[in-house]
């Protein structure tokens, strides 16, 4: 068991998980209510498929929203420090989910209501753009050097942990009566949440600024000018860097939205099983993730973390298709087996590497621009639309998931092949220094 040796460090994860923990449950909460509810009360006039396709619309436009957050608080981050862009983020994040569950449907005030979720959508997708890179930003300038791996991996286990509490919340809306979900069941989980963002608003008011990035501030004092815009240095000296780990999310993502997302939407509306069957599915196997994540970050601490991530994306590429087969046989329990398995070698075996080589690839100075605009673009074009994309495959396919199959394929081999452009890329800077992004 890994011991957390400092005061700073302790707030540091503490900070980080709890925000990060927020940040999913909000986008797996909508997720679930996207594939369950979203379509009947703000796009009612809209056919079934129709209605799906539109909800899962408005879930892509927080992720399209997030690389400008990114971009935007990233540059806070990296200019003013870590801890007042924490903030501004998860308050942003706040506002736009409390206030989802706030608004009324399409049948109180017509089509302002479908606008009005859209621009809570973007306000949410603003504030987690730059969430989870300045999370992990903060955990790997606080962590032991030996121990980044396992200290970064706690934010893919958070991310995990706000799935299954999404999942368990709307679980919880499905055995309501219809009647009672649609009227005002389905806006608790949304307002419950009010809850948690005043305790970790509170939390990163109380952080201290990472000794790393204060010593990098103090060395850069010498060249102010150059650091005004750290957008544009990570553009012009890291391009190949920021591409292929731009690239390198891609089957990641992919991933993640098809089992946290777009399953839901496939087993209900495609397969017509009951929604406690497919969240209890979620939920149970989602347990798989939190424990799998920290496990792969320390073997990344000790091992190769390239050859973890990259043998994962291939795991995927293969596993693609059976996936679906355990998930069309419409039993719970095989369901439920095919489901973990992804989780804890598809996700765990991605998720837990994943921070530690993004960190070492930018410079301290950059890091948090770097990381934001790599995995928050990849977002954008990859995470957010894939349930919408799923929904598409799966309609043109007449209902077979095949073709979702090759998507998920598709993406995992391009991540692997980024993995192995990074790796061999011996300019690559790893921190303040000239080394490669992973050593052998």
Known sequence: MQKIPTPGLRKAVTASVV??????????????????????????????????????????????????????ISHIGDRYGRKPALVFAISLMAIGTVAIGLLPGYQEIGILAPILLVVMRMAQGFGAGAEYAGALTLLYEYAP??????????????????????????????????????????????????????????????LDETPEYVQAMKQAEQDKKEHKLPLRIVLTRYPRELFWSFLMMSGHNANVYILSAFSISYMTNTLHLSKTTALSALFISA????????????????????????????????????????????????ITLGMSIAFIISY??????????????????????????????????????????????????????????????????????????????????RGTSAAPVVEG
């Not at 390239?306 to 095989?334: C, E, H, Q, R």
Request: positive net charge; contains cysteine; proline residues 5%.
């Open 19 to 72: 925000g990060t923990i927020i940040e999913w449950f909000d986008y797996a909460l909508y997720g679930a209510a996207a594939g369950l509810i979203i379509n009947k009360i703000f796009f009612p006039e809209l056919s079934e498929v129709a209605g799906i396709l539109a909800a899962f619309a408005t879930f892509a436009v927080g992720f399209f929203v997030r690389p400008l957050g990114g971009i935007v």
């Open 287 to 334: 347990w798989c993730a939190v424990v799998s994540a920290p496990i792969m970050g320390w073997l990344a601490d000790k091992y190769n973390p390239a050859k973890i991530y990259g043998a994962a994306a291939l795991f995927t590429v293969v596993y693609a298709f059976p996936l679906f087969m355990f998930i069309d046989s419409g039993n719970l329990l095989i």
């Open 348 to 429: 765990g075996a991605m998720a837990g590497p994943q921070g530690l080589l993004l960190a070492r690839v930018f410079p301290t100075e950059y890091r948090y621009s770097g990381i934001s605009v790599a995995r928050e673009m990849n977002g954008m074009l990859v995470a957010g639309p894939t349930p919408l994309i799923g929904a598409f495959l799966v309609e043109i396919a007449g209902g077979k998931p095949t073709y979702v199959a090759v998507y998920l394929g598709v993406c995992c081999l391009l991540s692997a092949f980024a993995v192995y452009k990074l790796v061999t890329m011996r300019s690559v800077k």
């Open 145 to 206: 050097k030996q121990q980044r791996g396992f200290y970064t991996a706690l934010l893919q286990s958070a991310t995990v942990i706000g799935i299954i509490f999404a999942s368990l919340a709307f679980w919880g809306v499905s055995l309501m009566p219809v009647d009672m979900m649609t009227s005002w069941g389905w806006r608790v989980p949304f307002l419950s949440s009010a809850a948690l963002f005043v305790v970790a608003i509170y939390i990163r008011r109380h």
